[in-house]
């Protein structure tokens, strides 16, 4: 997946999905940051997101998200919406 350029868009939109990390943290890594997107964003937030990812991005998002992020039921609904029904398992958290 390519990166998702730092503008001010996506500084706002990055602001508002990681609240809790500086912008350009949170978009450093794309596949974190798609699966806070799947997670929290809403349906203006992911129209600004399509103009960087395509569906196949997003599938890859979702591939690649870390464990623990995702709840349930978006992790169903953004399965489904990508044509992958049903959906594989979710992330799990691995221990060591």
């Avoid at 500084?11 to 997670?39: I, N």
């Avoid at 992911?46 to 992020?69: N, V, W, Y």
């Amino acid at each position: 997946m390519k990166p998702i350029p730092l503008t001010p868009v996506t500084e706002a939109l990055a602001r508002r999905l990681v609240w809790f990390e500086e912008p350009a943290e949170a978009l450093s890594d794309p596949f974190r940051f798609a699966a806070y997107a799947l997670a929290r964003a809403t349906h203006e937030d992911m129209k600004i997101l399509r103009e960087f990812m395509s569906d196949d991005d997003f599938r890859d998002a979702l591939d690649h998200a870390p464990p623990g992020i995702i709840d349930p039921r978006s992790w169903a609904y953004w399965n489904n919406r990508l044509g992958r029904y049903p959906a594989p398992p979710m992330p799990k958290r691995q221990l060591r």
